[in-house]
């Protein structure tokens, strides 16, 4: 797949589309379209995982570690998701073991060079990390009403 | 209204002189025409609606005292019977009862029966109605009848009454009718009014039964001077009236600031303790009951009234919508003023003023409009 | 516009007392999931029977002498005359009280009441139906309405939320929706074993979805209001505007034909110029704290 080809499908994104045809040639140079296989683990929670993706379809499922009742699956992941923020963020360990549910194709960046990008390229680097924010704040309403609970039986189930 | 010189209404009414004796008789003819007569009746230290007899029921020579919170009977110098405003009560108490069947539910062997419970009401004469209260009623029958949905209990007590209306000749502290456009004049909606005077009454007919009830009585053709004290009387009452609501696109104002500081303030005084709804000509909220007998087969549903202001009153799925003083206080505060123009087409509120002296802590609601719209403007 | 009530003729609705119930029979009970069971109800009467029509979106009160009456959306194909579904959750006196009822037991039902799902706005359009837990069974006339003229409509797509996997009512009926024509996806907030699906709530799906034009697309929520308010966000950040989205809301209802003032929300009786509503039309009313 050609630089070319890799920064099409970037403008596509919502996580890339809007930015300039030069910054979509420096994040297309450091990442390259992948097909991950259905059933395999990409990261375990606590790794040091080195890669973000953005799907470009399939599905990933998020599943945090809870002793004695195994990994308990967070959140399901599909085209358009960030999946792997943290070293993009230089936090050191994943929070969550991602495993593909079915075959997923994506765009992954090394997240070494992202970060060497971004210092390099303050511009390109606000933009980034502006997306990832915009991203990650998506995912935090989508947790609140989870923890909301919202269709918990009011009677049986409820907080009240 | 335009007046001629001589202080008369440029369209004179077509009215008629009953003497005080004559408009005694009065209530004979009005139970010969099969009519229950309420009216004005001084009960517990306070005037109210119930059943009369004969013209000495009537609170002949007293008046009311209206503030914020208070309300007092105190001695005329005169024997007038009109000489007071309103009361605790109000006539939807009768055209819109407090307590009533709705329905009849029976088990038999092939399940529930229903049927509507029986509904024969008497025939009424309200009299004594203020120009406020047949404002009042035009609004009880917008809804209750106006709509896409008639509410039967309402249409039947409302098609079988009288309404003898009397204009106010004085005015309470608390009233502010004019501020409403609601009166004091009586202008409409009455089947009689009446203005009273020192020797007695003009009477205005206004429909086939009012002036088929005239002339069962000894009238005599109203003089000039008495047409001029009648007039003077009810100028009377208008000039009395110091409270004002500024009712500028009050609409906008209260659904504009639902977040407004004053909420809380009132929220602290009001106690939500509802004698504001249950006095008000114009509340209707209600709820269904059930009353069932021992055995569980034979179930009456009875409607209610009820108030906004009860804490289960917004009870939904486990919890309460309107969980404190304020939410309520506002629900009742735009619901009056605001949304039930939205609703209805007119204001909730007549400016009549009981819920003001009846509020236990005197809350005055065309203060509480007057803060808020200081506040932003 | 929503369609307003206007199944009886203005002579009979204004002749015919407000508050007698008709006997309605219970024919059949399917449960469903737990402490959900629907309710397959038909009249006694047959020229009620004969004369009962409902649109999507509208609900009964259904009457337990002695216990109280209760809201309840009606749930089945708005053709099919023989029974009347009800689904209903347990949860208050009257529900509960319904679950102590057996197939041939009788109960009252008045109905129908409230403003209808906009049919008339689907047709050459892409219809998104998005949904959680027991919203689904007010929207199940509309789905059937959808598939008994699929070639009327544009892409249709289901998106249905739970709480958890066991949540998830009608799942026996969904290969033949699909078959039919309907794109069906589940999500659930909490997993459980075994389940292979979506995790995370239903705006994730909206957010992701693709295979719909947004320039020309109606949207019917109903659920909780607070997933309703973000559903409705996230069609926004897709391209939808207010006026393309449907909601259908909730409030204490006793006399359901907007004499008794209880479902007032605002200036807007729940029972009569709703439940349905357009989205623009209730929205400032939904974000006030205890209105």
Not at chain 2, 298 to 308: A, G, H, I, K
Not at chain 2, 324 to 340: E, F, G, I, P, V
Not at chain 3, 258 to 287: E, M, N, S, W
């Amino acid at each position: 797949m050609t630089d070319q080809e890799i920064q099409n499908v970037l403008q596509e994104l919502r996580f890339s589309s809007g930015l300039s045809q030069e910054d979509l040639q420096k994040l297309a140079s450091i990442s390259e379209l992948v097909e991950l296989p259905a059933s395999t683990v990409i990261f375990s929670e606590g790794d040091s995982a080195t890669d973000l993706y953005v799907l470009l379809g399939g599905r990933v499922e998020l599943c945090m570690n809870v002793p004695a009742k195994g990994c308990l699956p967070v959140l399901t992941l599909g085209a358009g998701d960030l999946l792997g923020w943290s070293p993009a963020l230089k936090i050191a360990e994943m929070t969550a073991t991602a495993t593909t549910i079915k075959e997923t194709p994506a765009v992954r960046f090394s997240a070494d060079e992202l970060q060497k990008l971004c210092e390099e390229d303050h511009d390109v680097g606000y933009e980034v990390m502006r997306r990832i924010a915009i991203a990650l704040s998506q995912r935090l309403v989508a947790t609140r009403l989870q923890v909301l609970d919202v269709f918990a039986d009011p009677v049986t189930e409820g907080q009240s | 209204m335009n007046l001629t010189e001589d202080g008369l209404p440029e369209t004179p009414k077509q009215e008629v002189f009953v003497s005080r004796d004559g408009f005694a008789s009065l209530f004979a003819v009005l139970k010969s025409r099969g009519f229950q007569i309420v009216g004005p009746t001084i009960d517990q230290d306070a005037i109210v609606y119930d059943q009369i007899e004969t013209v000495d029921d009537l609170p002949k020579g007293w008046t009311d005292v209206q503030q914020p919170g208070l309300y007092r009977l105190n001695q005329r110098n005169d024997d007038k019977l009109f000489g007071y405003n309103v009361g605790p009560h109000s006539w939807k108490k009768y055209l819109f009862p407090p307590s009533v069947a709705l329905s009849q539910s029976r088990k038999t062997e092939d399940g529930w029966e229903f049927q509507e419970a029986p509904d024969d009401p008497p025939k009424l004469a309200f009299l004594g109605v203020r120009a406020c209260e047949l404002a009042a009623i035009r609004i009880q029958d917008r809804v209750f009848v106006g709509g896409d949905y008639v509410d039967s209990t309402y249409q039947k007590r409302r098609q079988r009454v009288l309404i003898i209306a009397v204009n106010c000749t004085q005015a309470a502290e608390t009233c502010f009718c004019t501020s409403m456009d609601t009166g004091p004049r009586c202008t409409v909606g009455f089947d009689l009014a009446l203005t009273e005077l020192d020797e007695g009454f003009l009477i205005e007919a206004s429909t086939s039964e009012g002036k088929a009830i005239v002339e069962q009585l000894v009238t005599h053709e109203a003089t000039r001077q008495q047409q001029q004290s009648a007039e003077l009387a009810r100028q009377h009452a208008v000039d009395q009236i110091k409270k004002r609501m500024d009712t500028t696109e009050i609409r906008d104002l209260l659904m504009s600031n639902l977040e407004h500081a004053r909420w809380d303030e009132v929220a602290s005084r009001c106690l939500s303790c509802t004698n504001c709804t249950m006095v008000c000509p114009t509340c209707f909220c209600s709820s269904v009951d059930e009353v069932s007998d021992l055995a569980g087969e034979n179930v009456e549903r009875r409607r209610q009234w009820d108030s906004c202001f009860n804490l289960e009153f917004s009870y939904m799925n486990g919890g309460i919508v309107r969980d404190s003083t304020r939410s309520r206080y506002r629900q009742w505060m735009t619901h009056k003023l605001a949304t039930w123009i939205d609703q209805f087409g007119t204001s909730g509120c007549v400016g009549c003023g009981r819920c003001i002296s009846w509020c236990p802590v005197g809350i005055d609601l065309t203060e509480e409009v007057a803060a808020i719209r200081k506040d932003v403007s | 516009m929503t369609s307003k009530a206007s199944n009886m003729t203005t002579e009979s609705r204004r002749q015919s007392s407000l508050w007698v119930p008709q006997t309605v029979v219970i024919r059949k009970i399917t449960p469903e999931v737990e402490n959900v069971s629907t309710y397959h109800l038909a009249f006694t009467d047959k020229d009620a029977a004969a004369r009962y029509r409902f649109k999507p979106g509208q609900f009964n009160m259904l009457y337990l002498p002695g216990v109280g009456e209760s809201a309840i959306s009606i749930s089945g194909d708005t053709q099919s005359h023989a029974t009347l579904d009800h689904t209903i959750r347990s949860a208050g006196n009257v529900t509960r009280g319904l679950t102590q009822l057996k197939p041939g037991d009788t109960l009252g039902l008045r109905g129908p009441f409230g403003s209808s799902w906009p049919m008339e706005q689907c047709v050459g359009r892409d219809v998104l139906l998005v949904t959680g837990g027991i919203g689904l069974p007010p929207l199940r006339p509309v789905i059937y309405q959808l598939l008994n003229g699929r070639e009327d409509y544009g892409n249709l797509h289901l998106l249905y939320g739970a709480r958890s996997p066991g949540g998830l009512l009608h799942r026996n009926e969904f290969d033949d929706w699909q078959s039919r024509g309907l794109t069906i996806q589940k999500t659930v907030d909490r997993s459980s074993l075994g389940w292979r699906g979506n995790v995370g709530v239903v705006t994730l799906l909206l957010e992701r979805l693709h295979s719909f034009d947004p320039s020309n697309t109606v949207l019917f929520c109903c659920g909780p209001e607070v997933m309703m308010r973000f559903v409705a966000r996230t069609a926004f950040d897709r391209g939808m505007t207010a006026e393309q989205i449907w909601v259908s809301t909730e409030r204490n209802m006793q006399c359901a034909v907007g004499l008794c003032g209880h479902c007032q929300l605002g200036p807007q009786f729940i029972c009569k110029d709703g439940p349905v509503f357009r989205y623009d039309q209730i929205a400032p009313l939904l974000t006030v704290e205890g209105l």
